[in-house]
């Protein structure tokens, strides 16, 4: 029996961990509370929220841009001139260095005004005797990941002057949940949103899907 205890309080000291954004879980039920009090009423229900964090970190003033045009910087190799719209119905010429800077591709444009994570100040400049109106980020410099080898290539269907916060849900919270194996019922966000409808009474959304025919595969 000892030794049976002691494998069964080494289980219970386990903890299976779950990360999900906010937004997931309340399109599946959306009660009238904030964050806050979700994460509180899930911790005193035994769900512990082990930490709530932001998608991105604060940074404003970038918006989605397309590169229309783009030409050799005439007095440097590893620079080019970028012809950039910003929505604004003008083109803004940005020099840019990313390797992976090319027409028609969508990308973030941290505007002139913009300030990026580490209170870093956009401004026009000169570069090497060529003007530029703002600067196209890597997903390093807006604080999404440590990826600097190039520009953060944006999905085809983003919006061009869109809000960058905005097109990418970078307002939304990530939650971290540690699950104790007793609680196998919340090991999906299904299961945590029942959780959530239980505790607070709003309706849970049922999954829309449609059954598979059964076959054998042959």
């Not at 994460?39 to 404003?60: C, K, N, Q, Y």
């Not at 397309?66 to 604004?88: F, M, T, W």
């Not at 026009?124 to 196209?136: A, C, N, Y």
Request: hydrophobic share 45%.
């Amino acid at each position: 029996w000892p030794a049976v205890q002691a494998v069964i309080q080494s289980i219970a000291k386990k903890r299976i961990i779950m990360l999900f954004p906010e937004s997931w879980l309340r399109s599946l039920v959306n009660p009238a509370i904030n964050t806050e009090e979700l994460s509180h009423r899930l911790t005193m229900a035994g769900l512990e929220i082990e930490d709530t964090a932001p998608v991105a970190p604060p940074f404003s003033g970038v918006v989605v841009a397309q590169i229309v045009e783009i030409a050799p910087h005439p007095n440097a190799d590893k620079l080019r001139i970028c012809q950039v719209d910003d929505g604004s119905g003008e083109l803004l010429q940005i020099v840019c260095g990313a390797p992976n800077a090319a027409k028609g591709i969508k990308v973030p444009l941290a505007k002139i005004g913009a300030v990026l994570p580490g209170n870093f100040k956009i401004s026009k400049g000169k570069l090497r005797g060529e003007m530029s109106f703002g600067m196209l980020c890597s997903a390093r410099e807006l604080g999404l990941s440590q990826d600097h080898a190039g520009l953060l290539e944006l999905e085809e269907s983003a919006v061009v002057g869109q809000d960058i916060r905005q097109a990418l849900d970078l307002d939304d919270t990530v939650f971290e949940i540690k699950l104790t194996p007793n609680r196998a019922d919340c090991l999906s966000l299904h299961g945590i949103a029942r959780e959530v409808a239980a505790l607070t009474g709003a309706p849970l959304k049922a999954f829309d899907y449609s059954p598979v025919e059964v076959s054998t595969g042959q």
